[in-house]
C-alpha cells in the first residue's frame, strides 16, 4: 500500500468487529475537533458511547461542530474547551484546569496548522512550530500525569506522510534561516511528532502511543493550506470519515494496543518512518535534544503563568 493508497483497497483488510465496541464512561480529548478529521473522529467515538473533550480554537465553529455531534448520535457527553494550541500558556492554564476536573482515557492530538508565510504568535514563536510541535508536546506531556491514572490509555497523534521527505533538523526550529516553504516546515513539524511519539513511548510504559497518516483527505485544511494540490488531486482524496478511520481504530479497539508502543499507521497496518535508502535518519543525540529544547520551553511559559 502506497501513500496514495486508496483506502478503498486497504479497506477490504479491516475487521468490522474491531471497531464494534462501546466505549461508554471512557474519556476522549480530541484537539482541532470543530472540522475535518477531528470532527470525524469525534463523532464516531461519541456514537460508541464514549465522552469526547472538544478542543477547538474558533467558539462559533466549535459550538457548531458540538450541536452536530450530539444531534447525530444522541450523545450529550460532548464538552467544548475553547483553547489555542499555538499559544503555549493557554496550553497550560487549559491542562491544569483539565486535570483538576475530569479524567482522560484517550487523547487525540490532531489541530494541525500549515501556514505559507512566516507568521510568528504573540509571544514570537513561528506558527507551525507553536502549533504543531510545542502545542502538542506540551499538552501530551501535561496530560501524561491524568492519563497515567487510567486503565488501557493512549495517545494519538495525527501527523502525515509528508514527514517522510524530513530529516529531523533541530538547529531550526523556527524556520528563521533560508527561504521559508510552509510545506516543508509542516512536514518537518510532522516528523517531529513522529520523533515525539518514539520518545514519549519509550518513557512511560504505562500508556500506549501512536501517530498517524490518515492518507490525503479533502479537509477544509487541505483546501485552504494546499490549492494547487488540492485542485490537481481532488477526485482521488478520501472523504474526512476515511481519514479519521484509523484514529479511531488506534483511539477505541483491543486490537490497536496488542502492538507495541510507539509505532506510526496508516490504514490501521503499522508502516515504515522512513523511506527505503532515504537519509532521513537522525542520530539519538538529535532526537533527545528535541525533547530537551521542548521541555525547555515548556517549563518558561509554564512558569510565566500566575500562581506557579
Known amino acids: 500500500m502506497g501513500w496514495w493508497g486508496g483506502y478503498e483497497s486497504a479497506s477490504k483488510h479491516f475487521n468490522p468487529a474491531d471497531m464494534e465496541v462501546d466505549v461508554a464512561g471512557r474519556s476522549f480529548l480530541v484537539t482541532g475537533a470543530n472540522s475535518g478529521i477531528g470532527k470525524a473522529t469525534a463523532k464516531e467515538i461519541a456514537r460508541r458511547g464514549g465522552t469526547v473533550h472538544l478542543v477547538c480554537r474558533n467558539k462559533e465553529r466549535a459550538e457548531v461542530a458540538q450541536e452536530e455531534i450530539v444531534t447525530e448520535t444522541g450523545n450529550q457527553n460532548i464538552f467544548l474547551h475553547i483553547v489555542d494550541i499555538s499559544n503555549p500558556k493557554e496550553v497550560w492554564k487549559f491542562a491544569e ?44 506531556t501535561a496530560l501524561l500525569p491524568l492519563l497515567g491514572k487510567e486503565a488501557d490509555a493512549r495517545v494519538i497523534t495525527v501527523s502525515s506522510g509528508g514527514m517522510l521527505v524530513q530529516k529531523l533538523n533541530i538547529s531550526d526550529l523556527q524556520s528563521e534561516n533560508g527561504t521559508f516553504d510552509g510545506t516543508m516546515v509542516y512536514a518537518q513539524n510532522k516528523r517531529q511528532q513522529v520523533v515525539l511519539t518514539e520518545q514519549w513511548a519509550k518513557a512511560h510504559r504505562n500508556i500506549h502511543f501512536s501517530v498517524m497518516h490518515p492518507g490525503w483527505a479533502d ?54 518512518t522512513h523511506l527505503p535508502l532515504a537519509s532521513t535518519h537522525s542520530p539519538l543525540e538529535d532526537e533527545e535534544k528535541l525533547m530537551a529544547v521542548l521541555e525547555e520551553f515548556s517549563q518558561n511559559f509554564r512558569s510565566s503563568l500566575p500562581g506557579t
Open 97 to 140: 484546569k483539565f486535570r483538576n476536573q475530569h479524567k482522560l482515557n484517550v487523547l487525540i492530538n490532531n489541530a494541525g496548522c500549515m501556514v505559507n508565510n512566516r507568521e510568528l504568535t504573540e509571544d514570537g514563536l513561528e506558527k507551525n512550530f507553536a502549533t504543531n510541535t510545542l502545542g502538542t508536546y506540551i499538552l501530551t
Open 219 to 272: 479537509t477544509p485544511a487541505v483546501r485552504s493550506s494546499m490549492p494547487d494540490f488540492y485542485e490537481k488531486m481532488k477526485n482521488s482524496l478520501r472523504t474526512e470519515a476515511q481519514g479519521a478511520d484509523t484514529v479511531v481504530w488506534l483511539a477505541v479497539s483491543a486490537e490497536a494496543t496488542k502492538l507495541p508502543s510507539g509505532l506510526f499507521f496508516q490504514d490501521r497496518q503499522p508502516v515504515a
